[in-house]
């Protein structure tokens, strides 16, 4: 007797959103190995432009802030891009609270490019309406 499997393979939402929770959790390893594509690039002007890279930066983060916590707001898919705004804090960091914009592109469900924009979020702001 075979057993069909009725579990439908995850969207690209799906699989951004799971990434960016693992890697805030600290399993950034297990985020990479799940969702990233061997040949994947970003465009983070602080480090090299490759998947190895960015992971060991990524794991570093994770070691001097174990208790980040991120909260997406807002998810866009258009095709096989995918784009996060998210409410980042660091706890570690004097609680220093941080906007960020992902786009992420998938091919074949992995993410096989990246970008990244952030912006901290001002304790007093002129803006009545806020980041989010």
Do not use: C
Request: overall charge neutral.
């Amino acid at each position: 007797m075979s057993i069909i499997s009725t579990s439908k393979p995850m969207s690209n939402k799906e699989m951004a959103k799971s990434f960016l929770q693992m890697v805030a959790a600290g399993d950034v390893k297990t985020a990479y190995d799940k969702f990233v594509a061997a040949n994947f690039i970003h465009h983070n002007p602080y480090f090299k432009g490759d998947r190895q890279s960015l992971m060991e930066a990524m794991e570093e983060a994770s070691k001097k802030n174990p208790n980040r916590l991120l909260d997406i707001k807002h998810i866009f898919e258009d095709g096989n891009t995918i784009i996060t705004h998210s409410h980042v804090i660091k706890e570690n960091s004097n609680g220093i609270n941080i906007s960020v914009i992902h786009i992420m592109h998938f091919q074949n469900e992995r993410m096989v490019e990246m970008w990244e924009i952030g912006q901290p979020i001002l304790k007093i702001s002129p803006n009545e309406n806020g980041v989010f």
